[in-house]
């Protein structure tokens, strides 16, 4: 697998990036601001660029937020921004055995394993 730079930051169970964003002015504070990323929202649009704003464990806003201030503040310049990935044909039984925090999974943007029933 090629190694592909994003900031796959999985926020809670995905990072869902929607047209629609909580009403806020400019000079909001967040817990977290995610800066100039290119954000994908998993529709197959093309990416825009833009920030997300995160406030008590939710996305509060979406867009350029220029003067919005954050605790936390990633540059996510030349990365993508995208929702969390579903692994449709996961082997992770062993790999949590080995590594119970599943790190070679979180570390790719995989939020959800889809196990097929037995």
């Given at each position: 697998m090629t190694h592909i730079r994003t900031a796959s930051l999985t926020l809670g169970a995905a990072l869902v990036i929607s047209a629609c964003a909580a009403p806020g002015g400019p000079a909001d504070t967040?817990?977290?601001?995610?800066?100039?990323?290119?954000?994908?929202?998993?529709?197959?649009?093309?990416?825009?660029?833009?920030?997300?704003?995160?406030?008590?464990?939710?996305?509060a806003r979406i867009g350029r937020l220029e003067g919005a201030q954050a605790t936390r503040v990633i540059?996510?310049?030349?990365l993508v921004v995208a929702p969390g990935f579903i692994d449709l044909h996961t082997h992770s039984d062993l790999d949590l055995l080995a590594d119970g925090t599943a790190q070679s999974k979180i570390r790719q943007g995989v939020t959800l394993d889809a196990a097929p029933a037995r």
């Amino acid at each position: 697998m090629t190694h592909i730079r994003t900031a796959s930051l999985t926020l809670g169970a995905a990072l869902v990036i929607s047209a629609c964003a909580a009403p806020g002015g400019p000079a909001d504070t967040y817990d977290l601001l995610i800066r100039g990323g290119r954000l994908v929202d998993g529709s197959g649009s093309p990416a825009v660029e833009g920030d997300v704003a995160v406030k008590d464990g939710r996305i509060a806003r979406i867009g350029r937020l220029e003067g919005a201030q954050a605790t936390r503040v990633i540059d996510a310049g030349g990365l993508v921004v995208a929702p969390g990935f579903i692994d449709l044909h996961t082997h992770s039984d062993l790999d949590l055995l080995a590594d119970g925090t599943a790190q070679s999974k979180i570390r790719q943007g995989v939020t959800l394993d889809a196990a097929p029933a037995r």
